[in-house]
């Protein structure tokens, strides 16, 4: 069994999204182990996204995932990070299929609503830093 990072951005906290979205995880046999509402940090929105810090769009990432309270979650299940994923769907809604939460819940990229770990090894980074410290 394997752990993945999991986060309802600031659009879909906003919208009423986190039960829908727990529930489909859930569904899925993942597990939740925790479920936090936080406000993060512009501090800790560039370490978690520091690899886009290149990107043109970079400012634009902190300014959304820290314009209101995410939910973050640590889900626990086989393979939980590809299934977690498969969940989520494509980073762009407008490619995402229907059934995806970013094909149903999602228009475009800059508010794509979710959050998911891309392996393992990220999601034990991700997970320390946002439930600890
Ligand atoms: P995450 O699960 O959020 O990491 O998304 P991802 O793994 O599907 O995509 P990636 O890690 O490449 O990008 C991280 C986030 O940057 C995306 O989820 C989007 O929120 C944002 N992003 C990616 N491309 C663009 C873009 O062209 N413009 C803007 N404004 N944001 C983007
Ligand atoms: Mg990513």
């Not at 990432?61 to 769907?89: H, Q, W």
Request: no cysteine.
């Amino acid at each position: 069994s394997e752990k993945a990072f999991v986060m309802i951005k600031p659009d879909g906290v906003r919208r009423g999204l986190v039960g829908e979205i727990v529930s489909r995880f859930k569904k899925k046999g993942l597990r939740l182990l925790r479920g936090e509402i936080m406000e993060i940090s512009r501090e800790t929105a560039r370490v978690h996204y520091g690899h886009l810090q290149d990107k043109p769009f970079f400012e634009e990432l902190v300014d959304y995932i820290t314009s209101g309270p995410v939910f973050a979650m640590i889900v626990e299940g086989k393979e939980a990070v590809a299934n977690a994923r498969s969940l989520i769907g494509p980073t762009n809604p407008a490619e995402a299929p229907p059934g995806t939460i970013r094909g149903d819940f999602g228009l475009a990229v800059e508010e794509n609503v979710i959050h998911g770990s891309d392996s393992p090894e990220h999601a034990r980074r991700e997970i320390r830093l946002f439930f600890e410290k």
